[in-house]
């Protein structure tokens, strides 16, 4: 399904096949000489089909389009293997370029994230047996154009900035239209959910760069934001002082939860609220435990940092504490 955002974006709805989100959207917007994709899916036949059958209607040729990819996870960057033409110039911020590059990251890890999280390595093989890069960067690897913050990509009447948002990755990137007053923000301001804030690695602060990152769109003039999943956004700063606000939340609630004894991030994530169709901790699929044990990583690494918690290693494993 095609939605026609101005005279010349538009939205097109990508599959996601057994994922909580169901859909990604890909932005195409249509310009005189060249054309550009905003993000595109998985790396899958029905994601593929969903975006030929799009540009089709929209008489674009691949030849001429190129793609923008505004952070490097899955349901939007892999359908990138199979889509890129010998002409595309194919966008990505160097930080998650270089995540990219470390395919095997978690293969070569996992014992590591579950010392720091708790999470059991069971579940991390399911989840690196399921989704490991592997299966899904099939075909001539893809020569990325690395963009930083203040570049400039013109298509059609649209100038395009691009804008720095560190967070739900390390170089998610947004793309600000002044004139058009349009931010296309990836997974940086979603509006039916709230994106991801994942910490994988101690030595990052993913929580301290996303809030820092809201504030620095809400001082970007925003009548439409299009985002990467679900709706398009009209209140654009209600919506972003929601999010600042559900972090706080969170993170009260994190602090309600820990004792002096010790608990991992695992546990603390198996006892957090979640808004979630699954009645118990013990139904939620593997990867969603995953991710929600990663969040609840980044709010304790925010704590500790800001020195509100106590954490210490025990048998191996990272535990939080209430603060003596």
Same mark, same amino acid.
């Given at each position: 399904m095609i939605e026609r955002v101005t005279s010349n974006i538009y939205m097109v709805k990508i599959p996601l096949p057994q994922s909580p989100l169901k859909a990604t959207n890909s932005y195409i917007i249509k310009g005189e000489d060249r054309n550009l994709i905003v993000d595109t899916g998985y790396n899958l036949p029905e994601c593929k089909a969903a975006l030929l059958q799009g540009l089709r209607e929209l008489g674009v040729s691949l030849d001429v389009t190129d793609i923008?990819?505004?952070?490097?996870h899955p349901d939007h960057l892999d359908l990138v293997w199979s889509l890129q033409s010998d002409s595309s110039k194919i966008y990505l911020s160097k930080p998650?370029?270089?995540?990219?590059?470390?395919?095997d990251w978690w293969e070569e890890n996992r014992h590591l994230f579950s010392r720091i999280s708790g999470l059991p390595e069971d579940v991390l093989q399911e989840i690196i047996d399921r989704h490991s890069p592997r299966k899904f960067h099939q075909g001539k690897a893809p020569e990325f154009t690395t963009v930083e913050d203040g570049d400039e990509i013109k298509?059609?009447?649209c100038l395009l900035q691009c804008v720095e948002t560190?967070?739900?990755?390390?170089?998610?990137?947004?793309?600000?239209?002044?004139?058009?007053?349009?931010?296309?923000?990836?997974?940086?301001?979603?509006?039916?959910?709230?994106?991801?804030i994942?910490? /994988?690695? @101690?030595?990052?602060?993913?929580?301290?760069?996303?809030?820092?990152?809201?504030?620095?769109?809400?001082?970007?003039?925003?009548?439409?934001?299009?985002?990467?999943?679900?709706?398009?956004?009209?209140?654009?700063?209600?919506?972003?002082?929601?999010?600042?606000?559900?972090?706080?939340?969170?993170?009260?609630?994190?602090?309600?939860?820990?004792? @002096?004894?010790?608990?991992?991030?695992?546990?603390?994530?198996?006892?957090?609220? /979640?808004?979630?169709? @699954?009645?118990? /901790?013990?139904?939620?699929?593997a990867t969603q435990k995953l991710f929600a044990t990663a969040e609840a990583l980044s709010h304790l690494k925010y704590l500790d940092d800001k020195g509100f918690i106590d954490k210490k290693t025990l048998q191996q494993r990272m535990l939080f504490t209430k603060r003596h």
């Amino acid at each position: 399904m095609i939605e026609r955002v101005t005279s010349n974006i538009y939205m097109v709805k990508i599959p996601l096949p057994q994922s909580p989100l169901k859909a990604t959207n890909s932005y195409i917007i249509k310009g005189e000489d060249r054309n550009l994709i905003v993000d595109t899916g998985y790396n899958l036949p029905e994601c593929k089909a969903a975006l030929l059958q799009g540009l089709r209607e929209l008489g674009v040729s691949l030849d001429v389009t190129d793609i923008f990819i505004t952070h490097m996870h899955p349901d939007h960057l892999d359908l990138v293997w199979s889509l890129q033409s010998d002409s595309s110039k194919i966008y990505l911020s160097k930080p998650d370029l270089e995540t990219v590059k470390l395919s095997d990251w978690w293969e070569e890890n996992r014992h590591l994230f579950s010392r720091i999280s708790g999470l059991p390595e069971d579940v991390l093989q399911e989840i690196i047996d399921r989704h490991s890069p592997r299966k899904f960067h099939q075909g001539k690897a893809p020569e990325f154009t690395t963009v930083e913050d203040g570049d400039e990509i013109k298509v059609g009447d649209c100038l395009l900035q691009c804008v720095e948002t560190p967070g739900h990755s390390k170089g998610h990137m947004c793309l600000y239209e002044p004139e058009k007053k349009i931010l296309i923000c990836g997974d940086h301001v979603l509006n039916d959910i709230t994106p991801n804030i994942a910490l /994988w690695q @101690y030595e990052w602060n993913p929580l301290e760069k996303y809030l820092d990152s809201l504030d620095k769109v809400l001082g970007f003039e925003v009548e439409r934001a299009l985002p990467g999943h679900r709706s398009l956004i009209r209140d654009f700063k209600g919506r972003v002082m929601e999010l600042k606000s559900h972090h706080q939340e969170r993170l009260r609630e994190i602090l309600s939860l820990l004792d @002096y004894h010790g608990k991992d991030a695992f546990r603390i994530a198996s006892e957090m609220s /979640w808004d979630m169709t @699954y009645e118990s /901790w013990d139904q939620f699929p593997a990867t969603q435990k995953l991710f929600a044990t990663a969040e609840a990583l980044s709010h304790l690494k925010y704590l500790d940092d800001k020195g509100f918690i106590d954490k210490k290693t025990l048998q191996q494993r990272m535990l939080f504490t209430k603060r003596h």
